[in-house]
């Protein structure tokens, strides 16, 4: 082989070498955002999203992952921000609406937060309501009446939340405290019953069955 061959036989991986990634970048280039936020990866899949958005601003599957995230880590306003950025590039997506829905719930917005649970209701068809976020929206409609002190309505929304889904301590406890201040002593006592069935340390509870006991005695 003469020199010069050999030469630019020896360059040519040494200069492949310099572009091609190292394998962390090339690892969160190809990683999944949505699989990230399953594996309790929350804020990699936070960066990974917004990495992916720069090149893909316009998918509406990544912006979804990326508001779940964004709720799970707390940054609420964030969170309400990329809703509506991912509302922009569909009105109607029920994943966007109903994160935008918690978001604002978790920054106190409470009346906006109500009619986007309702809406996000609205769009899902009653037999597939247990396999998506519908009982959730009803917790969180629920929470919503109790801080505006509308003790029937929740009432209303917990009991059709527990209903769909009947394994959540915290979701009989407020139904039992919404129903503790209607004086519906029986069927509070009955919501924490099955609170503490579900978590015998739930202190919440613990505390609303003493208090709805004395009553009823």
Known sequence: MRTADFRVTLFFPLLLGCFALPPRAKEKENADPLQLYRSGRVREAIAVSQAKLREEPENLSIYEV?????IEDGKYAEAERCAEEALKIDRHSDRAIESLAEAKFSLGKNDEALLLFEEYIGLIPAAAAYRTRVPAAYYFMGEIYIRQA??????????????????RALWWTRLGYAREMLREYTGSLAAYDKALELDPSWVDAKNGRTRVSSQIR
């Open 150 to 167: 509308r003790y029937h309505h929740a009432n209303a929304a917990l009991s059709t939340a527990v209903r769909i889904d009947q394994n």
């Open 66 to 70: 990326l508001c779940w995230a964004l």
